[in-house]
């Protein structure tokens, strides 16, 4: 199947500060990433849907100027999460997808803000 | 609203077999998958679903009915390593995935 890279795979930041976590399509270009978050023993949180070259499109209750996404190009997209509070210590997850079959998924990012 | 139901826990022994069960009201529909993930890690794909009846993969195999609103995912010869969470989701209209909670699967000797 089709591989997603995603760095890092965890990252410990301190409050404050912002983090980025990229996902990347290697083999195929993926015309929409969704960005997921997952607490402990919790469902996938969808948290935004980009299409490359355009906005991202965020679910409700998800901040925009907190989380930011960029899809530059159809194989990268990326996640800084500003401002960095530990509330926001949660394992990050991306997908790729061309929108009609299956969506692949990039190895996760465990971040933790101390 | 858009819903996902399936077990929160099972139990199955080495060697048997478990089918999880997933029931599903989404605003449309284009396709049901299956996922399986193991704690600290991305979901893995498993299977997908979008026609009425029984996909077989191996030792997994996946079952749809789309009038039932209704998905299993049936796993034989159950090993250790099959211990983890399995997620249904469904695609909606909008191509967007639906997802249910997941159903911890442990797997006694």
């Known amino acids: 199947g089709a591989v997603v890279s995603q760095h890092p795979s965890w990252v410990i930041c301190k409050s404050g500060t912002s983090v980025k976590i990229e996902c990347r399509s290697l083999?195929?270009?993926?015309?929409?990433m969704f960005w997921y978050r997952q607490f402990p023993k919790q469902s996938l949180m969808l948290m935004a849907t980009?299409?490359?070259?355009?906005?991202?499109?965020?679910e409700q209750g998800v901040e925009k100027d907190k989380f930011l996404i960029n899809h530059a190009s159809l194989t990268l997209s990326t996640l800084t999460v500003t401002s960095a509070h530990p509330e926001d210590s949660s394992f990050y997850i991306c997908?790729?997808?061309?929108?009609?079959?299956?969506?692949?998924f990039g190895q996760g990012t465990r971040l933790t803000v101390v | 609203g858009q819903n996902i139901d399936q077990p929160t826990e099972m139990t199955a022994t080495e060697g048997a077999i478990v089918q999880i069960n997933c029931t599903y009201q989404?605003?449309?529909?284009?396709?049901l998958f299956w996922y399986q993930q193991h704690a600290g890690e991305a979901p893995t794909f498993l299977s997908y679903?979008?026609l009425d009846g029984l996909e077989e993969k191996g030792r997994f195999s996946s079952f749809l009915s789309r009038s039932k609103g209704y998905s299993y995912l049936l796993l034989k010869e159950l090993q250790m390593k099959d211990s983890a969470s399995y997620l249904c989701?469904?695609?909606?209209?909008?191509?967007?995935?639906?997802w249910g909670a997941g159903t911890k699967l442990i797997i006694k000797p």
């Open positions: 997908s790729a997808g061309t929108g009609d079959t299956e969506a692949f």
């Open positions: 083999d195929f270009q993926a015309t929409t």
């Open positions: 980009s299409n490359e070259g355009s906005k991202a499109t965020y």
């Open positions: 989404t605003s449309g529909f284009n396709g």
């Open positions: 679903n979008v």
């Open positions: 989701a469904v695609m909606d209209s909008n191509y967007q995935l639906i």
